[in-house]
């Protein structure tokens, strides 16, 4: 199941090159939504991803690593 898509909050003002931002908490305001933006829509795509992996009937990404680890048990004769 896919995350829930959030509204994108404009809590800060919006700028232009022609009226850079200068205000520092207004950067780092931004730029803190930016990265909450981008780690939530990493989350959304890891889970698009799994969920194309299992709809295609082949082994997920983690079921392939799980199999090399286990291979790495077997002892070197």
């Given amino acids: 199941m896919l995350p829930e898509a959030r509204p994108v909050a404009a809590s800060f003002p919006r700028h232009s090159a022609k009226q850079p931002l200068t205000d520092v908490e207004t950067i780092a305001a931004a730029l803190k ?38 291979k790495l048990d077997l002892p070197i004769e």
């Fill in 33 to 70: 939504e930016c990265a909450e933006t981008i780690s939530y829509t990493d989350c959304r795509m890891l889970a698009i991803r799994k969920q194309i992996e299992e709809n295609a009937g082949e082994p997920t990404e983690e079921e392939i690593l799980f199999e090399k680890m286990r």
